[in-house]
């Protein structure tokens, strides 16, 4: 989830398991989300995004779920391998190029080997 | 393509001091945007473009920042004077002409900037 201190929330798994990161979002106008992930040292990358008009989408390994109804979104990653470990954001958005992300203060991931 | 590439990757100065972060976009992205990012505040949207113009700089902390795009393949953020607590990774990302299709931010990997 998001956090409003100094530290990140964290989420710690072994290697294959799977990991599911959650987000809340604000604004009920937003209809376009997108999941970021930035290793150490880079920046962000984007791995998934999801429009308001689906609830799933599933990528490589990953699978976005977005709820509508209690304005939260999880990314879920299958078998999770120490390549998958890095700080995950969401970011909120709505459609039509004027309105730009609004980035969550991200999770941390660590998979440990 | 090589990706949005920002220079320098790290800058140590002091405080009082001219910084200048510079970017290069990806070729043909209409957008460019410029992040700071903190362990207290997260990303946040310091100026956006759109073809070379400044669209909003709402973000922009107070007068000692400013940001140019000269032209479609460079831009500068200066900080001057520089101040400790301005001290940060500072992310550039392009974006190709936002429609219902293409909204993807693509950063570069920073500057990571120390004011003593």
């Known amino acids: 989830g998001e956090s409003v201190g100094l530290h990140l929330p964290t989420l710690s798994v072994q290697e294959g398991d799977n990991s599911i990161i959650n987000c809340a979002y604000s604004?009920?106008?937003?209809?376009?989300f997108i999941w970021y992930k930035q290793e150490s040292g880079k920046g962000p990358q984007f791995i998934i995004d999801?429009?308001?008009?689906?609830d799933k989408r599933q990528g490589q390994r990953v699978t976005v779920l977005l709820n509508k109804t209690v304005k939260h979104l999880s990314l879920q990653i299958a078998a999770t391998q120490p390549g998958d470990s890095a700080v995950y954001f969401c970011?909120?958005?709505?459609?039509?190029?004027?309105?730009?992300?609004?980035f969550g203060r991200g999770t941390s991931l660590i998979v440990h080997p | 393509d090589a990706g949005v590439i920002q220079s320098p990757r790290h800058e140590v100065t002091e405080m009082g001091q001219e910084v200048t972060l510079r970017c290069k976009p990806i070729?043909?992205?209409?957008?460019l945007f410029w992040y700071r990012q903190t362990m207290m505040r997260g990303l946040e949207l310091l100026i956006y473009?759109?073809?070379?113009?400044?669209?909003?700089d709402s973000g922009m902390p107070e007068d000692r920042f400013s940001a140019k795009m000269p032209n479609a393949s460079f831009s500068t953020l200066k900080i001057q004077p520089s101040e400790p607590r301005d001290s940060a990774v500072y992310f550039c990302?392009?974006?190709?002409?936002?429609?219902?299709?293409?909204?993807?931010?693509?950063f570069g990997s920073g500057t990571q900037l120390s004011v003593l």
């Open positions: 990302a392009s974006s190709p002409i936002r429609d219902s299709l293409n909204e993807k931010l693509f």
């Open positions: 604004n009920s106008a937003s209809d376009y």
């Open positions: 999801i429009r308001s008009n689906m």
């Open positions: 970011a909120e958005s709505r459609s039509g190029g004027s309105y730009i992300p609004t």
């Open positions: 070729s043909g992205h209409d957008y």
């Open positions: 473009f759109n073809n070379n113009v400044p669209i909003d």
